[in-house]
């Protein structure tokens, strides 16, 4: 495989491989980081590859193991899960069609335009930033138990609108 095919086949999962470092990380900026050094990695090894599946197969063990790297390197101490419940999850994100993955991105997109601007500082903070909800609060001059209702109503609106966005697509609504 050339390195065009090879790049191919790994932005067929690149939402999914993103996801799985953020659910890790819990950092964007951090997930990015590790899905780009996996890539540089595939890229440095790219004679080893027997086929797309196997080059698949390979970058998700390696994305995964970067992720720890990082976790090493910044001295965080969040309680990792077993490798064989990772090893389940892999096998879950890896399971699904990437037009449903991808058409619950553009949905979450679509939801999170339409909130308020304020729940929408409440989102940047939480997971664009990483910040704790007390630091979330802290910043924003409310309290905690504050900032912990805003969240649970921004989850359930986006919720519902996420499943009412996924319904339109389903019916074929062209009105999305």
Known sequence: MNRSEMLSVLMLDRTKQVALAWSILRQSQLAEDAYQDMLVKVFENEDLFEGPRHLRDWSWKVL??????????????????????????DAELESRDIDEVNQRVDALHHCLANLTVKSQDVIRLRYAE???????????????????????????????????????????????
Request: aromatic share 6%; charged share 25%.
């Open 130 to 176: 990483g910040l704790t909800g007390i630091q979330v609060a802290e910043k924003l001059g409310r309290t905690p138990d504050t900032v912990y209702k805003a969240l649970q109503r921004i989850y359930g609106a986006l919720g519902e609108c996420i499943q009412g966005r996924l319904g339109c697509v389903e019916r074929g609504d062209a009105t999305l």
């Open 64 to 89: 995964r193991h970067r992720c720890y790297e990082f976790i090493r390197q910044q001295n965080h101490r969040p309680s990792l899960l077993d490798e064989s419940i990772l090893d389940l999850v």
